[in-house]
């Protein structure tokens, strides 16, 4: 009998032939592009490359460098900060726009393509609408001074402390509308069945949501993280747009500093070592995750 | 010429150019004036019966240079592509990916007319030349707003030491003694500017160009980094990021000097404001006859195709002509790498640059002393400094001795 | 930051028709929603003034004396370079290489979401997984290995290499997607059909991709949406004569010397920005129902 989809048993080459060349584009760019070219970026991290890609082998040179560059270090710390606070910020914040847009309420479409609309624009747009938004002369500083509140000042882009939070507010109303279409989703999902149970059993609506709806919301959490984070990790166009990593390189970004480093530096081997900081990092930490998620057993 | 020019074009539609060969050329000049500078080398290309096509790529360093680089090395390469001349483009050279223009260079006596000589070295890599230089902007200019010293009743400095002696005056009045956007370039370029101006032009080409340790050590550029420490106190409270918003704070005089390349002239031009009446331009801030020789290039990648290479050498040839170099320098506001050419219609600023680059000292600027990485590691350097109130000018010396060191 | 926080404690009881709560609810969304829309509105308005207006400052006040100019500007007469002639140049190419891209890209990512879902093999979740990682790689590295791929395939500079670079790029987060929502449909189906004797691209054809609308949909947003905007890929994998609608913008927003048109350039940055915009006003209901369907069960 056919083969169930579940089924462990022993296979051969030609067993399921079908499949294995319908996925032959996946098996290429996973191994061609995604393996291939990580190794082809790791083995020339290790050389002198500077605008052409060269082996000339320099052991652990670039990688040292790479480290006790200010703006590396400077980098981390910014994608860390980033990656909290729109991680948190954009899960919390998408999960209770979800749930008030599931209240059953009227012109629900109106509000959720109004929430969902920024998603659609660029980052290059996004960041320059921001730039100018948060510019102190013309912007929301300007306007509440304008109002008669002459101390306040709200300023961060000019700030080098606080201004990677700037560019969070940026990223936040571009991307918590599709976390919160995703949250939306997936709150549709739930069956009626576990309202009514809640309701009869008196059972407080926060707490339904919080140990009943949270944990079966999980795949979509599971789906939300993985782009959000991929997207967290790529930053790159926003923070060219609306900041440039500015003011001085306070808030540079670690794909900043690859790009950099292969295109301004024309120094490939930094970028490389860089790229490979990176890829390593997200290697240790999807891995043991991905084979946990995806490489037991499906959930039906 | 237009006709030339519409019929030109037409051959090309009709027969496939059959005689008029399609040129792509890649540049970063987007905006209104580079882009009417550009036009003047379309003009005289397509006159000489060949067609431009043109590939703008705004963003010079971040945009335009993965495309250049991707193009030539994909085997699919633009007919020619600007560059600043300089160390950046050496390694595609190294690779043979680009054409040498010795032999047009040789017979028509390139060596000879181009002025300062300094230049063409720079497009010399084992004795032939790679590149057409087309201009030179120098970067070594202070910039001051009349109308801010006036405000503060106070003469227009005659150099850096009567700006910060005016310093004082100048807070007092609201404004801000010196503008320094936040992008790192510009803060590198400060220091640049204080190495020429205060060391002089011997010790700028010890420390940059030879990347001479001693050098960096020595009593003159200890003079330099009080001036740096000088310089970011006075700049204390800028609070902008791009160059043409620090050169609006001139325009408006809400800031007394800003130290900027030529093309600051640009947007001087644009608000209708006159050089010695409204503004007030210092080369080498006002204490050296010192230019830079700054510039941009156009190199041209190897292709087998005849009539390519033929037109490529059409192209070469228009770019360097006096004509050319006139028409394209005047709409560009930097001046022209040949010495033999009239520049009667150039404003004041320039015709002080012009009179420098004739007789004064002329100095590499800092993308042909360093390597493009070490380039951007200075200025990132320098922008790390005027942000960091509590980074001595010792660190800032031990990392310049560490980038020169890495770079020699 | 402060602006965000207003959006801090609400109630979120499901379905009560007590009229004081569904107040709260109906006023912290319609903040919400102005707060969203807040810079939308500064580019429009933007758009609308004259430059010596902007200069004057206030972004928030709307323009004085309201001009079309900046737009019929922007789409037709902005110089990039030496073309005048706005960004009507690049509006087919981005069209002509979106198109494709889409549908190649998703063509590919569902039978891979199918094959993964459905005809497990042996290493199919490695494969997957290595995707996954994929999904972080900041694109820029892969940019030198990837113009000597295409070289050597001889597509550097053609359409068909920009289209093969959008396929591999889309892949990881669209096969996400794909499997995801075909592991949800029910496995009777799927059963059923190989009793039937249906093979692997029967089923795909017959019964898969007919069921797998509301996913189709997500994904042609996404990916139009990805790939319309897109600026590097369409910059440096082609040629001049293919250049995107981004590359005009970044030409009009990022010239790096001489005065900036802000009234151009937003203008510029909406028409851009239109067709993504279309697609998610017309089809946002949709894109919500195809998550729905897919993303709830992993």
């Excluded at chain 1, 295109?263 to 240790?284: E, H, K």
């Excluded at chain 3, 359409?159 to 592991?183: A, C, S, W």
């Excluded at chain 3, 994904?219 to 005009?248: C, H, K, S």
């Amino acid at each position: 009998m056919a083969k169930s989809r579940a089924s462990g048993r022993p296979f051969r080459l030609f067993r399921n032939i079908n499949a294995k060349l319908a996925a032959i584009p996946m098996i290429l760019t996973a191994m061609v592009v995604f393996v291939g070219f990580s190794a082809w970026t790791i083995t020339y991290s290790f050389t002198r490359s500077r605008l052409l890609p060269k082996l000339d082998f320099v052991g652990l040179g670039q990688y040292e460098r790479l480290w006790a560059s200010d703006k590396w270090l400077i980098s981390i710390q910014n994608l860390v900060i980033f990656g909290i606070c729109m991680l948190v910020l954009s899960f919390v914040i998408g999960f209770l726009l979800a749930c008030l847009l599931d209240q059953k309420i009227r012109f629900e479409g109106v509000f959720r393509t109004i929430l969902l609309y920024p998603f659609a624009l660029s980052f290059v747009v996004t960041g320059l609408v921001w730039q100018w938004i948060l510019n102190p002369d013309f912007g929301i500083q300007s306007i509440i001074r304008g109002m008669g509140w002459q101390s306040f000042t709200f300023d961060p882009l000019n700030d080098g402390r606080i201004v990677i939070f700037g560019v969070v507010i940026a990223a936040l109303w571009q991307g918590t509308g599709f976390v919160m279409v995703l949250m939306l989703a997936g709150l549709r999902g739930i069956d009626d069945e576990i309202w009514k149970a809640s309701r009869v059993d008196g059972v407080p609506a926060w707490k339904t949501y919080l140990f009943v709806v949270v944990p079966m919301l999980r795949p979509v959490f599971v789906t939300t993280l993985v782009i959000v984070t991929a997207g967290i990790v790529k930053v790159y166009d926003l923070v060219v747009a609306q900041t440039g990593g500015g003011p001085g390189i306070a808030s540079e970004v670690p794909a900043k500093y690859v790009y950099d480093q292969m295109f301004l530096n024309q120094n490939l081997g930094q970028g490389f070592a860089a790229s490979t900081m990176m890829l390593l990092t997200v290697a240790i930490i999807i891995i043991p995750w991905a084979y946990l998620e995806f490489g037991g057993r499906r959930r039906g | 010429m237009k006709a030339s020019f519409l019929i030109g074009a037409t051959v090309t539609c009709l027969a496939g150019g059959v005689q008029a060969t399609e040129i792509e050329v890649t540049h970063w000049w987007t905006s209104g004036g580079e882009a009417a500078a550009v036009a003047e080398f379309a003009k005289a290309f397509d006159a000489s019966g060949n067609k431009w096509v043109d590939g703008a790529i705004a963003g010079s360093g971040g945009v335009a240079r993965p495309v250049m680089i991707s193009r030539i090395t994909g085997r699919d390469p633009m007919g020619a592509t600007q560059f600043n001349h300089g160390q950046q483009a050496q390694e595609l050279v190294e690779a043979g990916l680009m054409r040498s223009l010795e032999e047009v260079a040789q017979a028509d006596g390139w060596r000879d007319v181009v002025h300062p000589a300094s230049i063409l070295k720079s497009c010399e890599i084992d004795g032939q030349i790679y590149c057409v230089p087309v201009n030179i902007h120098s970067q070594l200019w202070l910039w001051l707003s009349n109308a801010a010293f006036e405000k503060a009743g106070l003469p227009v400095p005659k150099d850096w030491n009567e700006l910060v002696a005016a310093a004082p005056k100048l807070r007092e009045a609201g404004i801000q003694p010196l503008v320094i956007g936040q992008q790192p370039w510009q803060a590198g370029l400060v220091l640049q500017n204080l190495i020429a101006a205060v060391a002089g032009p011997e010790i700028y080409g010890k420390v940059l160009s030879e990347k001479n340790l001693e050098a960096v050590d020595g009593p003159e550029m200890a003079k330099v980094f009080e001036a740096l420490q000088t310089a970011r106190e006075l700049s204390t409270g800028s609070n902008v990021q791009e160059w043409n918003q620090a050169t609006a704070m001139i325009i408006n005089g809400t800031a007394g000097g800003q130290i900027m390349g030529d093309w600051a002239q640009g947007e001087f031009a644009i608000a209708e404001q006159v050089a010695g009446k409204d503004y007030t331009c210092l080369p080498a801030l006002g204490m050296g006859e010192i230019v830079s020789t700054g510039g941009d290039a156009f190199y041209f990648p190897k292709v087998d195709d005849p009539a390519i290479t033929k037109a490529q050498e059409d192209l070469a040839r228009v770019m360097i002509s006096p004509e050319a170099q006139v028409a394209f320098n005047l709409k560009k506001g930097s001046m022209p790498v040949r010495g033999d050419v009239n520049l009667d219609a150039a404003n004041d600023c320039m015709r002080k640059g012009l009179d420098v680059l004739a007789n004064g000292a002329i100095v590499e600027a800092q993308d042909q002393a360093l390597s493009a990485d070490a380039s951007t590691q200075f200025n990132d350097l320098m922008i790390q400094f005027f942000n960091q109130p509590d980074m001595t000018t010792e660190d800032a010396k031990a990392g310049l001795k560490d980038i020169l060191e890495f770079d020699s | 930051m402060a602006d965000i926080t207003f959006e801090g404690p609400y109630g979120r009881r499901p379905r009560s028709r007590i009229s004081a709560q569904n107040i709260v609810i109906y006023s912290v969304l319609t903040l919400v929603a102005i707060y969203y829309l807040i810079p939308l509105y500064v580019m429009v308005v933007t758009s609308l003034k004259g430059l010596p207006e902007i200069r004057m400052g206030n972004i928030f006040s709307p323009p004085i004396e309201a001009t079309f100019e900046p737009w019929a500007r922007a789409w037709s007469s902005a110089c990039t370079g030496l073309n005048c002639d706005g960004l009507q140049r690049g509006f087919w190419n981005s069209v002509r290489i979106t198109v494709p891209s889409v549908v190649f890209s998703i063509l590919i990512a569902s039978i891979n979401g199918y094959a993964l879902a459905n005809w497990r093999f042996k290493g199919s979740e490695v494969f997957f997984a290595v995707l996954m990682i994929g999904a972080f790689i900041p694109y820029q590295v892969m940019i030198y290995p990837m113009v000597i791929l295409l070289r050597e395939l001889g597509i550097y500079g053609t359409l068909t290499g920009l289209v093969l670079v959008h396929t591999i790029f889309g892949m990881p987060i669209l096969t996400l997607l794909f499997r995801n929502y075909f592991t949800t449909l029910p496995e009777e189906l799927f059963k059923a059909a190989r009793v039937d004797g249906t093979g692997f691209w029967g089923i795909y054809f017959r019964i898969m991709l007919p069921l797998s609308v509301p996913m189709l949909v997500v994904a042609v947003i996404l990916q139009a949406t990805n790939i319309w905007n897109d600026f590097l890929f369409g910059v440096v994998f082609t040629r001049p004569e293919y250049y995107p609608m981004t590359v005009q913008l970044n030409n009009i927003v990022n010239t790096t010397t001489g005065v900036r048109e802000y009234n151009v350039n937003m203008a510029a940055t909406i028409l851009t920005g239109l067709v993504p915009l279309l697609i998610y006003f017309v089809s946002g209901r949709l894109f919500v129902r195809g998550i729905a369907a897919g993303a709830v069960k992993g």
